[in-house]
């Protein structure tokens, strides 16, 4: 299984700031995903992250808000921009190979907006 | 779009075995997974099963699948007081993305 680190592990940022989060794989991974999980909620996927291409969005999810980076099959990055209260949430990297058999997830980044 | 439903909540006597059941919608899903959160840590997964499989077994665990309803379930036997988590059932709907159920609390009673 894959190793992932994300960084910061939490963090309480003011309305209208951005927070950029990175997550990083200890392998090369081919699928690279960035989820939200709200309080008390499941997951929802936020994006794809394609290396050396745009991310591919999900319904609801839009780059200005999201701006996702994948320079490399081990790191990608998610910002959460012009934040509001309603961004407070867990925030997930996760990673499959293509088949997605086996899909890990990192630690997670607890995001709290005041 | 695609959907996984659980039922919220489930209480169990430590020792006893857990039955913990998701029902989705998508009937090209190649992969059910599932996934345990414990408070204030990460999704680990557990286990997954192949869609041509009908049941998995994994130590204390046990995966059933039913694909003509669209029925899984997991089964903890022994459950213990450290089974005691939030459980995500999953499915891949060959869209190259995972779509997770609700979860299903799991509170093992001592």
């Known amino acids: 299984s894959a190793v992932i680190s994300q960084k910061p592990s939490r963090d309480i940022c003011q309305r209208g700031t951005s927070l950029t989060i990175q997550c990083q794989v200890d392998?090369?991974?081919?699928?690279m995903f960035w989820y939200r999980q709200q309080p008390g909620q499941s997951l929802t996927l936020i994006a794809t992250?394609?290396?050396?291409?745009?991310?591919?969005?999900e319904s609801g999810f839009v780059i200005d808000k999201f701006p996702i980076s994948r320079p490399n099959l081990t790191f990608s990055t998610l910002t959460v921009s012009n934040m509001s209260p309603e961004d407070s949430s867990i925030y997930l990297c996760?990673?499959?190979?293509?088949?997605?058999?086996?899909?890990?997830f990192g630690p997670g980044t607890r995001l709290t907006v005041t | 779009g695609e959907d996984v439903e659980q039922s919220l909540f489930l209480s169990v006597r430590e020792g006893d075995s857990s039955v913990i059941n998701c029902t989705y919608t998508?009937?090209?899903?190649?992969?059910l997974y599932w996934y345990k959160q414990e408070p204030g840590a990460g999704l680990q997964l557990l286990t997954y099963?192949?869609?041509?499989?009908d049941m998995k077994q994994d130590q204390r665990l046990t995966v059933l699948l039913n694909k003509k309803d669209k029925h899984l379930s997991l089964r903890i036997a022994d459950t213990q007081t450290g089974d005691s988590a939030i459980y995500f059932c999953?499915?891949?709907?060959?869209?190259?993305?995972?779509?997770f159920g609700t979860g299903t609390k799991l509170q093992v009673i001592p």
């Open positions: 999953a499915e891949n709907g060959g869209y190259q993305k995972v779509t």
């Open positions: 992250a394609n290396q050396g291409s745009e991310a591919t969005y």
């Open positions: 392998s090369q991974v081919t699928m």
């Open positions: 099963i192949f869609s041509n499989m």
């Open positions: 996760s990673v499959a190979d293509l088949a997605l058999d086996e899909q890990y």
């Open positions: 998508d009937s090209s899903s190649t992969y």
